[in-house]
């Protein structure tokens, strides 16, 4: 059964909450602020309370069970982190407050930029990019006004590899950039050869993510970046699967000239659910003058007796805001509470036990499950959700059988050069005990493609809602106070 709706549970005459006799003049509501085809439920405040922490837990998320998702690094945030964001002394605080007011808020947001510049191998960083997604914008936003600053507006080409994020292109696109993509090699790197084929005088850049959605880290990552800097462009590093890096590499030693930090995915502040992103930004010290202002600088250095003064400044060639007032400062003190927490060694230790989980996994499944670049990967792998002697079973089968067992599926059909692909990120979080749970569902559901084939064409059976038809969903929404869950269920 689904859960009622509230206005099915109303019964007159019930009040969740009284208000205090009126003790001043009282006004009408303005014409048509009360609906009266829109009736409210009457409802005990209990209720409410009880019906919507029902809801709550027919979710899924990190705090419930595994939550495999490849190339979010879906990664357990740790409640110390909250605690801190909610400190009265940062949870209170209000962006138009003097500076010398929030002194102890930019004192964090300048350490929190100095440890993303030292992270990454960065010259400059700026906190302001709402997500990831804002990140790559901001980043091939100043690859442009580098071009264009030097004379060289004909410089209108990104090259993206296929194996690259799928935000890659939409974010060059909107830049007014033209984009090119550039195959991967049969062992999942950039091809050398089509990269030299388009390193001509209108290339601007290349977006490259390393390690790529493939889970590879690229075997010719410097030879890339050589030609594209010999042919004048720059290269925008995706640091969305940064998690594999971690004081191990750092992508400016590479040479990488622009990339963009997840927050939310990287350093565990709180991801998905509509909630708030935050997509940093590092660049090399030729791009410093164009970030997005204001950064966080020290204005008057301190002394034994007196800490330094913080305050707001504006790179020369700045190309504007791209987020009102600071970025999510929310976001900002959870990350650097995880950063504190782990400290230098930790954060090497973080990428090395998310590989070593990554590989094992891969180990667990490449005889049940195809594996098309089987080498050594970093934090995810990508395996086929199919096989050639069961043509009717796909990756979304598997996926939905999974439920069953109380994982999250895996990343289904990304990226699009794997065939059924389900691109699979453990994360450094999960323990053996739980590697190996779902490596063995993985591999029971692989047995039931061929006993009990429909077993898995009409899962989840266990779930609070079957099947959803996902392409009725996306065509034909539903947003009436009437919408149940049920009516998107092919049961």
């Known amino acids: 059964m689904s859960e009622p709706l509230l206005c099915e549970l109303s019964v007159p005459g019930r009040v969740g909450f009284r208000f205090p006799e009126v003790d001043v003049p009282q006004a009408p509501l303005p014409e048509g602020m009360l609906r009266q085809e829109l009736p409210l439920p009457e409802l005990y405040e209990v209720d ?43 949870a209170h605080v209000h962006p138009l407050q003097p500076e010398e007011t929030v002194q102890g808020s930019l004192a964090l947001m300048y350490q929190l930029q100095e440890w993303l510049k030292e992270i990454g191998g960065f010259a400059g960083v700026t906190l302001q990019p709402a997500a990831g997604a ?145 997509g940093p930004v590092g660049v090399a010290e030729k791009l410093v003058d164009f970030l997005p202002g204001p950064l966080v600088d020290i204005i008057e250095p301190g002394d034994d007796e007196e800490p330094p003064l913080y305050g707001f400044v504006y790179p020369k060639k700045s190309i504007g805001r791209v987020k009102a007032f600071h970025g999510h400062f929310g976001m900002m003190a959870r990350a650097y509470t995880y950063m504190r927490m782990h400290g230098k060694e930790g954060m090497r230790m973080i990428s090395e036990y998310a590989v070593l989980n990554a590989n094992y996994l891969r180990a667990r499944l490449r005889d049940v499950y195809h594996v098309p670049y089987d080498r050594i990967c970093m934090h995810e792998f990508v395996a086929e959700g199919r096989w050639p002697d069961i043509p009717d079973i796909q990756a979304l089968d598997i996926a939905k059988r999974l439920m069953d067992f109380g994982f999250h599926p895996p990343t289904n059909y990304f990226p699009l050069i794997v065939h059924d692909a389900l ?59 009437g919408f149940r869950s049920t009516d998107l269920s092919s049961k």
């Not at 069970?65 to 357990?76: A, I, Q, W």
């Not at 039931?448 to 996306?474: C, I, Q, Y």
């Open 423 to 481: 691109m699979i990120e453990p994360t450094e979080t999960e323990s053996l005990q739980n590697l190996d749970a779902f490596a063995d569902a993985m591999i029971k559901i692989a047995e039931e493609a061929r006993s009990n084939p429909e077993l898995l064409k009409t899962a989840p059976h266990n779930t609070p809602v079957g099947r959803v038809d996902e392409v009725k969903a996306a065509k034909e929404l539903v947003l009436c106070c």
């Open 134 to 278: 804002q990140g790559e914008l901001t980043g091939v936003l100043i690859i442009r006004a580098y071009h264009e600053a030097n004379g060289q507006s004909q410089r209108n080409k990104i090259l993206i590899p296929d194996s690259a994020h799928g935000t890659n292109p939409a974010t060059s696109a909107m830049s007014g950039m033209r984009v090119v993509e550039i195959k991967s090699d049969g062992r999942g790197n950039v091809d050398l050869e089509a990269l030299r084929a388009e390193c001509d005088e209108s290339l601007a850049g290349l977006m490259l993510t390393n390690p790529n959605t493939l889970g590879l880290f690229d075997e010719n990552v410097e030879e890339v970046v050589r030609l594209v800097h010999a042919a004048g462009g720059l290269v925008y590093g995706d640091g969305a699967n940064l998690n594999a890096l971690l004081g191990i590499v750092r992508p400016g030693d590479l040479g990488i000239d622009v990339l963009h930090y997840n927050l939310h995915k990287t350093f565990s502040t709180p991801h998905g659910g509509g909630g708030p992103g935050s």
């Open 48 to 90: 409410v309370v009880r019906h919507y922490t029902r809801l709550s837990q027919l979710n899924h998320g990190i705090d419930i069970g595994f939550y495999p998702l490849g190339s979010c690094t879906m990664k357990y945030n740790p409640k110390v982190n909250e605690e801190v964001a909610r400190l009265p002394g940062f």
